[in-house]
């Protein structure tokens, strides 16, 4: 049985530990992006497939000029004590004044907000920034956060045209990528597949599919569960836990019988696994009594 696919260290959410997996090729495709794309994110050419890289310095078109997709302001020291951020009851309003001046924005506070929606003498703060109270007696919320002209930390619309910088894997940097000349990977964990101690294993350069390394697991030695990363690894095997972290592209050679059920026993456990943590039962004793009635068939 031949697995052509991406190494992968799988880790189910809520799990203490993971294991050493390829997922199959059949079970990977690309897409261009219909929302732009993020920093960080790793990107195929879509004209050269085996080409990869990491996007930095995402930018967005918006009235008529490309600004950063993620907004400056997020980032300013002065934001994190301002007004917009924590409230007006604890904003610091000189922060507030700096912000304006450098980003080009007025801030409405609910003074303003007050006056202009009931007019001024017609109302009160009760308490906090928060409420108001009418000269009836009606208390009104108006949040206590100042309005921003225009909006600030401005949004991120849908569909949007992005342009990033991409750190190639050849070594090259390029700027000003169209978002809609690249693709990205999504994979369907219906192809995962938990390597076994006795499958050969080929770890493949991207660009020439020549063999990088290659061996018998059990052999190598890499340890298939571990509860930390560097556990699946000892000293003689430790460039192989790049080859995982980075998902190089590989081949597993595994002989048939016992290796479909023992890969349906832990898909299957995997799967429980994920019920129990979602619905957080407490008691791990019944659990792994359910599964090993459940699953006991597959040891066969």
């Known amino acids: 049985m031949l697995i052509k696919g991406k190494l992968y260290l799988f880790s189910e959410q809520g799990m203490e530990g993971g294991y050493l997996s390829i997922i199959d090729n059949n079970f990977i495709d690309y897409y261009k992006p219909n929302h732009g794309i993020q920093e960080n994110i790793k990107v195929y050419d879509a004209k050269f497939p085996s080409k990869v890289g990491v996007t930095s310095k995402a930018e967005m078109y918006s009235n008529d000029s490309w600004i950063p997709l993620r907004d400056p302001i997020l980032d300013d020291v002065d934001y994190k004590i301002s007004s917009l951020y924590?409230?007006?009851?604890k904003g610091d309003f000189e922060a507030d004044k700096r912000l304006m001046l450098k980003y080009n924005f007025k801030l409405i506070y609910t003074k303003e907000k007050a006056d202009r929606l009931y007019g001024k003498g017609n109302w009160t703060f009760n308490k906090s920034k928060s409420r108001i109270i009418l000269n009836n007696g009606k208390i009104m919320m108006l949040g206590g956060t100042p309005e921003s002209i225009p909006q600030r930390p401005y949004l991120i619309p849908n569909a949007n045209l992005v342009r990033v910088t991409v750190h190639w894997n050849d070594g090259t940097i390029e700027e000003k990528r169209l978002s809609n000349t690249l693709f990205l990977e999504r994979w369907n964990f219906d192809g995962l597949h938990i390597i076994e101690k006795n499958d050969y294993v080929k770890v493949l350069e991207a660009n020439t599919n020549n063999t990088i390394s290659e061996g018998k697991i059990k052999q190598i030695p890499l340890k298939i569960f571990s509860h930390t990363i560097e556990n699946h690894f000892t000293n003689k095997s430790q460039h192989w836990k790049n080859?995982?972290?980075?998902?190089?592209?590989?081949?597993?050679?595994?002989?048939?019988?016992?290796?479909?059920?023992?890969?349906?026993?832990?898909?299957?456990?995997?799967?429980?696994?994920?019920?129990?943590?979602?619905?957080?039962?407490?008691?791990?004793?019944?659990?792994?009594?359910?599964?090993?009635?459940?699953?006991?068939?597959?040891?066969?």
Request: hydrophobic content about 40%; charged content about 25%; glycine content about 4%.
């Open 86 to 89: 924590v409230g007006e009851e």
């Open 243 to 300: 080859y995982f972290i980075n998902e190089y592209r590989a081949e597993i050679y595994r002989s048939e019988g016992k290796s479909k059920k023992r890969q349906s026993f832990w898909l299957k456990f995997l799967k429980y696994l994920r019920y129990f943590f979602i619905f957080h039962t407490s008691n791990l004793t019944l659990f792994f009594d359910f599964c090993k009635l459940n699953l006991k068939s597959n040891f066969v």
